[in-house]
């Protein structure tokens, strides 16, 4: 999740005095950090700024923490330990947004005086992301997207008298947003308007 530390761990038991451990990142094996036990020191090669600051070593384990990450952090790490043998360790960092609460509003637009027809929409800066409709525990529809910026949006059409419960949950492999449908207040009657009314109702 953004915001929270990643730990960029070898398998490596000790790390010798002589040793150098080098930290790349992405698919052009950029150089981000590189750390010689014997100095205790850290050379930095961060030309876009996005790992400044954020880089903290344990000097005993040679083990790094990358801290506040952003889905900029999300890739692949390469680390070298280069001592009486060469060591490479490959790891893939997931980093999710955090996600807005999604919107229901009513669109006025149903074919049928009976029923009220509605949409759930989402504007969000995310990754592997799902939006669903739910009547009760069951899922109605959903839409997923892999893109990053992108405005999602699931339309429902249900009767004024249903006593049913809904709701639009928006959700990524870690977490979720749930908003809750409440019949009674959002679809009254549309008569003598074409506005766009949105309600949201969170429980």
Known sequence: MEGDSVLLHHNVTEIQQN???ELKFGANNSLIAKIRRKELIFI???PDGRFRDRLKLDDQTGSLTITNTTTEHAGVYQLLINGAKLTSIRLNVSVYARLPVPVISRTCSSSS???CSLVCSSVLNASDVTLSWYKGISVLSSISVCDLSISLSLPLEVEYQDKNTY?????????NQTTHLDINTLCHTCAGTTALMIYVCIY
């Open 19 to 21: 040793d150098i451990i």
């Open 44 to 46: 930095f090669d961060d």
């Open 113 to 115: 005086s009976l029923n």
């Open 167 to 175: 709701s639009c949950v928006l959700n990524n492999p870690i977490s």
